[in-house]
């Protein structure tokens, strides 16, 4: 065959191969692209490896090698990283995997101009290597990857162990004496999912507690219900509750009525673990204020989270047994082309499911959206994040990119609740966290009446390493950050509650895994972002006081303050009261003179729950017992001034403080940079020192700090004379 019929035929061949230029380019770009796709990262495995085998052109196997290699290693580092320093930076695997090949094409754009003529072309080199040592190279390209990614993305255990490990209750936390109320049982495995499997027989009984000696009695008729054996699958499943069958699969709701006030327990023994388990304390009197618990600060595959929002409103109210519930997902992510050219965006999508999901006396959802500092126009400045929830059925049109400043943000609130007639709450938290330091100069007591004192992230009441900060946080800053707590918030004169919420990212709002292994890609909703990794703390919950269940009273409780948080999927209740006078509609008592007396009461039901805690998913052992160990911390002025240590259910302490008032100052904790006064280094905004103060009053707060491992807060009130 002559050289030119040897042309033709190549030229033939590159005209029938040449339509995969495109195709082939672009699922290059996928998979630079799913570098940062946590679970998902394994599309780039796919592709690469599909260019080193299928494609002969020696560039594009390599390019393949590269990029296989990329997408094992991208998920390895990022989980490497989340583990030593508690954060992650997804899309600088793009930019390493483009630098890799980058920097292959320069290295081979170098070998072929060298002088020396056998280094000219690597690919002749390769060429030399003997057939036994290139299969085994082959080999090594392809396991590698594959081995890297899966030792991080897959957990067998996770995927596979759903037998039942304990079980949870749940019942109202207020309750009118003669009145029917429903109440859960569900099973859980070893990472607090629901146990397909659970097949066991419960039975019921009652612990109760007077209201006023909170000493045992028994004279108690309570209705509850018969024994019960659970239905469920022969083989688990990590989507117990989405499986519709007619079993049980984990879950199934009772009926009972309790006639006699005071604090009951509704205890359920399990035949399968031989343990007898506690609901969290259900207060049973005539009142017309009622404890709802919910989650204000939640994300969907909308933003940065798993699952859609339908997923997250069932889950919210059916799973996590919320009673109010709100889905807040990012507004930089709703806000796709942005508002200044009307394009498309998600906030449709989102104010339509949750309107759907909101059943008054059943289930109350709130508009909310997280207007968040660090994207695009505002990058980087230390304004904080605002969780913004409204109290109307239509949902804020909330950016950074919009409002790119805490003044842009506080007008359009301004415009907004005054156009709509709904009111707003902006939600500060993980106000300690390196990344995103509060800066409390900021804030606008219109709108700030609430702060998220614990989430996934861990606690923001005190400083990370502050002496009274037992719980810790992620992502430290590098030293002690004076200002950016809300003890510090405090003593600087701005007037808030706390509340917690979970910050879930993981498709389980009010009850989030992130605490477990099961944060794990492969867990159920499945997700492309590496937000449900370095979240190890369980999601906090808020109890609300409120007339009724709907919008309207609910958002009223939050508004005006009454309200205790609590760390994790416990229910306890938590009052704190000076003088007579509790948490809510300002948590102010002015008395006569500054050393009159200050009588504190705490009372506490605890949760018999057993609790999670960092890293830890919550577990029992043979023969368990609920852990009721307590200590009472009573804080004031941001420093522990008595400690109570308890060690039953119910209880209820006093303590009198008739120190001087002497208020709280933070001048002397400011810092000076050049002729400005700053709240500290990471703020950018000037301050006169001297109004930074509580204006001579002093606050106290509780915090309830249980020895297994489970955290409630209460507070402030605020003494004046």
Partial sequence: MSDSEHRNINLKKQKVLGWWRIPRAFLFLLGIVSLSWFFFSFIAIVIGLMLFVVFKDLAWKRNGVILAFAGGIAVF??????????????????????????????????????????????????????????LALKLFAIVLPIFLWSIVSIDLFV???????????????????????????????????????????????????????????????????????????????????????????????????????????????????????????????????????????????????????????????????????????????????????????????????TNNAYEPTKFVTFHGVEWTTGYITSLFRNYGHYTCIASGNDLPLISANAQKNTSELWDYLDLYTSTSGNRILALPHHTVRAQFIQD????????????????????????????LNYRGCVDNPPEYVNGSSIVDAYIMGKRMALIAGSDEHDGHPGHSLSHTPAYIGHQWPLSIWHARNGHPYPGGLTAVYANNLTRKEVFNGLYYQRVFANSDHGRPI???????????????????????????????????????????????????????????????????????????????????????????????SCVKIGDEYFINSYSENPIDPSILNTGGADFYLVRIVGANGRTSYAGPIWVEY
């Fill in 574 to 668: 938590l009052i704190f009261k000076i003088n007579s006078v509790g948490v809510g509609d300002g948590s102010t008592i002015t008395v006569s003179s500054p050393t009159a007396d200050r009588n504190i009461e705490v009372f506490l039901a605890q949760d018999g729950a057993p609790a999670a805690t960092k890293y830890t998913s919550a577990s029992v052992n043979v023969s368990w017992t609920p852990n009721w160990r307590a200590r009472i911390e009573i804080i004031k002025n941001g420093e522990s001034i008595y400690n109570e240590t308890v060690s039953t259910p119910v209880v209820k302490i006093t303590h009198t403080d008739s120190q001087s008032i002497t208020g709280a100052s933070y001048e002397k």
């Fill in 159 to 353: 995927m596979f162990d759903n037998n039942p490990q304990l079980l949870w209750i749940h019942a109202p936390s207020t309750v009118e004496p003669n009145m029917e109320f429903e109440f859960t049982v569900e099973a859980w495995d070893s990472y607090e999912r629901l146990s397909a499997t659970y097949k066991g027989t419960v039975e019921f009984s009652l612990e109760s507690y007077h209201l006023t000696t909170y000493n045992l009695f028994n004279s108690v008729n309570p209705t509850l219900p018969n024994s019960y054996s659970f239905t469920g699958q022969f083989f688990g499943s990590t989507v117990a509750y989405l499986i519709n069958d007619g079993r049980d699969n984990g879950r199934h709701v009772f009926n009972a009525t309790i006639n006699d006030p005071g604090i009951h327990y509704i205890l359920v023994k399990d035949s399968i673990t031989g343990n007898t388990y506690y609901s969290n304390p259900i207060k049973v009197e005539n009142t017309d204020s009622y404890i709802y618990w919910g989650d204000l600060h939640t994300h969907s595959m909308i933003s940065d989270g798993s699952g859609s929002a339908e997923h997250s409103y069932f889950y919210a109210r059916y799973i996590a047994c919320l009673d109010y519930y709100s889905l807040t997902d990012h507004g930089e992510h709703l806000d796709l082309l942005g508002f200044s050219i009307n394009g498309p965006n998600l906030y449709p999508v989102l104010q339509s499911v």
């Fill in 440 to 467: 409390w100069t900021y804030i606008n007591p219109k709108y700030v009446k609430l702060a998220e004192v614990t989430s996934v992230h861990g606690e923001s009441l005190f400083e990370p390493r502050h002496m």
């Fill in 77 to 134: 580092l990022q989980e490497m990283h989340y583990l030593l320093l508690g954060m992650a930076i997804p899309l600088a695997m793009i930019f390493f995997s483009g630098f890799l090949i980058v920097s292959n094409d320069v290295i081979r754009w170098i070998l072929k101009k060298a002088k020396n003529r056998p280094y000219r072309d690597w690919e002749r080199l390769l060429q030399k290597i003997p057939s036994k040592i290139a």
